[in-house]
């Protein structure tokens, strides 16, 4: 069905399907990669739980919110006409929950959905866990008879904790008294006092050492220090997530975006067509600019059929679709007419239609850098300066190693190719995911929007990230991030500034009309007029 806005430079165009990453409360179903579905699911230790406290409160708050941004994704993309005319309604792919990360058997699961655990090691882990979980309710009833019989009295066994290692097949750990006798030599040379001597014994008997041993071959293309390489991915992988603090919601995010994405690939494998971007769930859409209505005396032949808004969102997704199409197809001829096989075959492997970013085209500024940084600057200006010359202008470029420029990944798409190599790059390298450096005492989590870019620039070339210089998504504003509560107004300051770049707006603090091309709701407007009228933007909970 064609679009009825006569202006709509897409009017044939299909619907496109948004695929939106939501943490939305559902009731737990059992599917291939769930195990363990009791409410009792063992703790980080491997042990069940005690009964939880009454966290009714909390819980309420939680899928309060949550259940509001599902509604309001819904709502966007179903009732404001230039949205439904060309987008399916949006299907929701579950989230991970940060909290439900800290428990061992829960964040296998999952990693091993988000197709981070091999399948070998998969199926050592799955047939660990059903043996013990059925060798456990075996006790459990053996305990109920002997007490009914000799006692008659019901105990509540169903709170014992209950020890359970998911690691039985792929792994075992062997405790030892002391370290080994090269390292104790090495120890006693450097100690001279009798008082540091005294001191490391009384260490080495507190902190008892372990040696773990793999139980299944390691694949040689395994990156990392010897002593991860060593353990299977699925071991290495928990004793690195395990101590992440507050970046524990920033794996959470990750695992969900590859889970979407092997969603989105999927879809396009089955289907022809498919699911065409990933969303996240604190996204706005860009619907159209004021003097683009079509009213009723305009002289259009289809004016009384069409009253709403320009239909900007999906015109500005397909121009870019278009124009990344054509960029390949231009390459791959004038590849062929010169016998080129570099990267002029490059095509488009990841495509945003929505970002935010910290650069200027050419010249992307680093901030602050010592002495060192400028010297590699230069290295690198004078390596690349034939390159950089065959480059069209409008290309953003690093000049600096590392980086990047295009911040956040609300609204994206990902070729099949690019996630294969992604998924096989996080497969042999647990540190692409959770990283520490030597000072450090936690480790620290990769972000999303880190990791994609840079694996799809370094495998495919930088030419094969392509994004629209007229924005079709934008976050919304001061919604309260899970992740970055801290740069919650630099997300709306910059959105801001980008709006009015592209609008023509020089004073965005203290005009508001950049937010009227935005799909916003009523909450939306009482935050960006109260940003108008004061000046600053402030948390909906202060309002």
Same mark, same amino acid.
């Given at each position: 069905?064609?679009?009825?806005?006569?202006?709509?430079?897409?009017?044939?165009?299909? &619907?496109?399907?948004? #695929?939106?990453?939501? #943490?939305?409360?559902?009731?737990?179903?059992?599917?291939?990669?769930?195990?363990?579905?009791?409410?009792?699911?063992?703790?980080?230790?491997?042990?069940?739980?005690?009964?939880?406290?009454?966290?009714?409160?909390?819980?309420?708050?939680?899928?309060?919110?949550?259940?509001?941004?599902?509604?309001?994704?819904?709502?966007?993309?179903?009732?404001?006409?230039?949205?439904?005319? !060309?987008?399916?309604?949006?299907? =929701?792919?579950?989230?991970?929950?940060?909290?439900?990360?800290?428990?061992?058997?829960?964040? #296998?699961?999952?990693?091993?959905?988000?197709?981070?655990?091999? %399948?070998?090691?998969?199926?050592?882990?799955?047939?660990?866990?059903?043996?013990?979980?059925?060798?456990?309710?075996?006790?459990?009833?053996?305990?109920?008879?002997?007490?009914?019989?000799?006692?008659?009295?019901?105990?509540?066994?169903?709170? $014992?904790?209950?020890?359970?290692?998911?690691?039985?097949?792929?792994?075992?750990?062997?405790?030892?008294?002391?370290?080994?006798?090269?390292?104790?030599?090495?120890?006693?040379?450097?100690?001279?006092?009798?008082?540091?001597?005294?001191?490391?014994?009384?260490?080495?008997?507190?902190?008892?050492?372990?040696?773990?041993?793999?139980?299944?071959?390691?694949?040689?293309?395994?990156?990392?220090?010897?002593?991860?390489?060593?353990?299977?991915?699925?071991?290495?992988?928990?004793?690195?997530? &395990?101590?992440?603090?507050?970046?524990?919601?920033?794996?959470?995010?990750?695992?969900?975006?590859?889970?979407?994405?092997?969603?989105?690939?999927?879809? *396009?494998?089955?289907?022809?067509?498919?699911?065409?971007?990933?969303?996240?769930?604190?996204?706005?859409?860009?619907?159209? =600019?004021?003097? @683009?209505?079509?009213?009723?005396?305009?002289? !259009?032949?289809?004016?009384?059929?069409?009253?709403?808004?320009?239909?900007?969102?999906?015109?500005?997704?397909?121009?870019?679709?278009?124009?990344?199409?054509?960029?390949?197809? @231009?390459?791959?001829?004038?590849?062929?007419?010169? $016998?080129?096989?570099?990267?002029?075959?490059?095509?488009?492997? #990841?495509?945003?239609?929505?970002?935010?970013?910290?650069?200027?085209?050419?010249?992307?500024?680093?901030?602050?850098?010592?002495?060192?940084? $400028?010297?590699?600057?230069?290295?690198?200006?004078?390596?690349?300066?034939?390159?950089? %010359?065959?480059?069209?202008?409008?290309?953003?470029?690093?000049?600096?190693?590392?980086?990047?420029?295009? =911040?956040?990944?609300?609204?994206?798409?990902?070729?099949?190719?690019?996630?294969?190599?992604?998924?096989?790059?996080?497969?042999?390298?647990?540190?692409?995911?959770?990283?520490?450096?030597?000072?450090?005492?936690?480790?620290?989590?990769?972000?999303?929007?880190?990791?994609?870019?840079? !694996?799809?620039?370094?495998?495919?070339?930088?030419?094969?990230? !392509?994004?629209? @210089?007229?924005?079709?998504?934008?976050?919304?504003?001061?919604?309260?991030?899970?992740?970055?509560?801290?740069?919650? $107004?630099?997300?709306?300051?910059?959105?801001?500034?980008?709006?009015?770049?592209?609008?023509? +707006?020089?004073? +965005?603090?203290?005009?508001?009309?950049?937010?009227?091309?935005?799909?916003?709701?009523?909450?939306?407007?009482?935050?960006?007029?109260?940003?108008?009228?004061?000046? *600053?933007?402030?948390?909906?909970? &202060?309002?």
């Amino acid at each position: 069905m064609a679009c009825p806005n006569p202006d709509c430079r897409h009017r044939n165009k299909r &619907k496109l399907r948004p #695929l939106v990453i939501s #943490l939305i409360p559902t009731p737990a179903t059992q599917d291939g990669g769930t195990i363990n579905n009791n409410p009792s699911t063992p703790d980080d230790d491997g042990t069940s739980p005690p009964p939880p406290r009454s966290t009714t409160a909390t819980s309420t708050t939680t899928t309060a919110s949550t259940t509001a941004r599902h509604e309001q994704i819904t709502r966007m993309f179903t009732t404001h006409p230039s949205l439904s005319t !060309h987008f399916h309604p949006p299907v =929701f792919s579950p989230g991970v929950p940060s909290r439900e990360i800290r428990n061992r058997i829960k964040l #296998l699961e999952y990693a091993n959905k988000a197709c981070l655990i091999p %399948d070998g090691e998969w199926k050592a882990i799955d047939r660990a866990l059903k043996e013990q979980q059925r060798s456990c309710e075996e006790d459990v009833e053996d305990i109920t008879t002997k007490l009914d019989n000799q006692l008659n009295v019901v105990s509540d066994v169903g709170t $014992q904790h209950v020890s359970i290692d998911p690691f039985r097949y792929l792994a075992s750990t062997t405790k030892v008294d002391g370290l080994p006798e090269s390292e104790e030599s090495n120890n006693a040379d450097n100690v001279n006092d009798s008082q540091q001597q005294h001191q490391l014994i009384k260490k080495k008997k507190r902190w008892p050492q372990t040696i773990t041993t793999s139980l299944i071959p390691i694949p040689s293309t395994r990156r990392g220090s010897a002593e991860d390489i060593a353990l299977p991915y699925s071991c290495e992988l928990w004793r690195k997530a &395990k101590t992440l603090n507050r970046d524990r919601s920033v794996l959470a995010c990750t695992l969900a975006h590859l889970v979407a994405m092997k969603t989105l690939v999927d879809s *396009k494998v089955d289907d022809d067509v498919g699911f065409d971007f990933i969303l996240e769930d604190n996204v706005r859409a860009f619907v159209g =600019f004021e003097e @683009d209505y079509v009213s009723m005396t305009d002289g !259009h032949a289809n004016s009384n059929e069409w009253t709403g808004w320009s239909c900007e969102c999906a015109n500005r997704m397909w121009d870019l679709i278009d124009a990344s199409d054509s960029y390949a197809t @231009d390459n791959a001829e004038s590849a062929q007419q010169s $016998q080129c096989t570099s990267d002029a075959l490059q095509r488009c492997h #990841l495509r945003y239609y929505g970002w935010l970013g910290n650069f200027e085209f050419d010249n992307i500024p680093t901030g602050k850098t010592s002495a060192n940084k $400028q010297q590699q600057k230069k290295k690198l200006a004078s390596d690349t300066q034939q390159l950089e %010359d065959a480059t069209d202008s409008s290309t953003p470029r690093f000049t600096a190693p590392g980086g990047t420029a295009v =911040f956040g990944t609300f609204a994206y798409s990902v070729s099949l190719d690019a996630y294969r190599t992604l998924i096989q790059m996080l497969q042999n390298d647990v540190g692409a995911l959770v990283w520490k450096s030597k000072k450090m005492r936690a480790y620290h989590a990769k972000p999303i929007d880190k990791i994609l870019p840079r !694996h799809v620039r370094e495998t495919f070339g930088e030419r094969s990230v !392509h994004l629209t @210089d007229k924005v079709a998504f934008v976050r919304c504003p001061m919604l309260g991030s899970l992740l970055h509560q801290q740069w919650e $107004q630099g997300f709306c300051e910059s959105t801001e500034l980008q709006l009015g770049l592209l609008m023509g +707006v020089s004073n +965005v603090a203290n005009d508001g009309t950049v937010w009227n091309n935005v799909w916003l709701t009523e909450e939306d407007r009482k935050v960006v007029e109260h940003r108008q009228r004061r000046g *600053k933007w402030t948390e909906r909970t &202060k309002l």
